[in-house]
């Protein structure tokens, strides 16, 4: 089936995406299927849905690079048009002529809509990488996560930076064009996480009443309210630190690097070389 701008607009108004939402995007728009116009469509059946009065944000981040820089990757400049990884629908609104896009070097934000200036005019390279979502939590915004595969409700990452648990991440940066027109160096100083270990939240949002189930298409959609996640996330965290790490035991990011990481580095080592082995049995089948 050919979705059509009409069908989308149907199933996000049904889904219960009001005029006037603040709604944050995760959108796999393979998951939706084929639609006549592609992630322009999806982007203006989203604009419609919302109306006038309400405003767009999607995560647009950019690459960084392992420091020191190389030659290459130092002439990799991030500017508020340098394109993003993040996807179709992403990339669409970076360059539509009404989008706003945050200042932040390397995890940029872009918004279309009434308070796309108040939220990304404010994300600066002082900001926190996830202070945009913070602050839409306490603006009563949604989150639209399309596609089962599509990791994330948007608020985790802001939970983990909350509660101050930090990791020992492989030192990244990227060079920046500031307001100025100078070029500089900006490193990343946030702690990320694993997106294998996120969807163990789904059945605690669904518990607390703040995930719902949508069709958006052919996908599966989440539609969460932020502030409820967020609010999940906080108790759960401080009551198990590690309810985010993934299950996976050759997974070094969960079971070595953060401070309260309890793994054994031979353990990780041993499984890693059983994982292997595996592969390579599997393979001669």
Known sequence: MMWTKKDLVSDLKKGGIPK???????????????I???????????LDTVGPEGTLVID????SYPLPLSKKHARQISTPKTASYAGALA?????????????????????????AHELMDNHTPESGGYDVLERMAR?????????????????THVAIEKLGFTKKNPPKGVNYLDEEGNIKLFKVNWNGGCARG????????EQAGCLKWIKVGNADAALTDMAGTLA????????????????????KDCRLRWEHSTGNYFKVKYYSFLKIVRGNFLNMK
């Open 198 to 205: 996120f969807p163990k939240f789904i059945p605690l949002y």
């Open 139 to 155: 603006m009563g915004a949604l989150n639209l996560s399309v596609g089962r595969n599509t990791i994330g409700v948007g608020t």
């Open 232 to 251: 999940v996330e906080m108790k759960k965290l401080k009551e198990d630190p590690s309810f985010f790490f993934c299950d996976d035991p050759t997974c």
């Open 91 to 115: 990339n669409v609104m970076i360059r539509h002529p009404l989008m706003v896009r945050s200042k932040h070097p390397i995890q940029r934000f872009t918004a279309i809509g009434k308070l």
């Open 36 to 46: 006549d116009g592609g992630a322009e469509t999806l982007l203006e059946a989203l």
């Open 60 to 63: 647009s981040f950019v690459t």
């Open 20 to 34: 006037g939402a603040l709604l944050h995007l995760k959108v796999s728009i393979r998951a939706i299927g084929k």
